[in-house]
Nanobody, 121 residues
Framework: QVQLVQSGGGLVQAGGSLRLSCAAS????????MAWYRQAPGKQRELVAQ???????NYADSVKGRFTISRDNAKNTVYLQMNSLKPEDTGVYYC???????????????WGQGTQVTVSS
């Protein structure tokens, strides 16, 4: 069974920084891509950043130049470094592992439990 465990997040003032981590555990052979999403109150979940196994990255326009996604393939862990945070970055952040190949599954997707990020003005 694959589990994604998130850490980081919390309360920070506008202009501050936070770092999120998401570690995938289980008998994993490979993960095609990992991504971060966020969901603000009353809004739909949106993609924040994605990183493919070859380290190609994509970002939402609203976070370009401020957020950096990275991954440690050996640890099956993805990170999101968030700088110059704004109140509109507030929300619950979720990580996703896409195309996970394990001893019993191929191409499945998994979600982390979510972590709250609150940016005060």
């Amino acid at each position: 069974q694959v589990q994604l465990v998130q850490s980081g997040g919390g309360l920070v003032q506008a202009g501050g920084s936070l770092r999120l981590s998401c570690a995938a555990s289980g008998r994993i052979f490979s993960i095609n891509a990992m991504a971060w999403y966020r969901q603000a109150p009353g809004k739909q979940r949106e993609l924040v950043a994605q990183i493919i196994s070859g380290a190609s990255t994509n970002y939402a326009d609203s976070v370009k130049g401020r957020f950096t996604i990275s991954r440690d393939n050996a640890k099956n862990t993805v990170y999101l470094q968030m700088n110059s945070l704004k109140p509109e970055d507030t929300g619950v952040y979720y990580c996703e592992a896409l195309g996970v190949h394990t001893i019993s599954t191929m191409g499945s997707n998994y979600w982390g439990q979510g972590t709250q990020v609150t940016v005060s003005s």
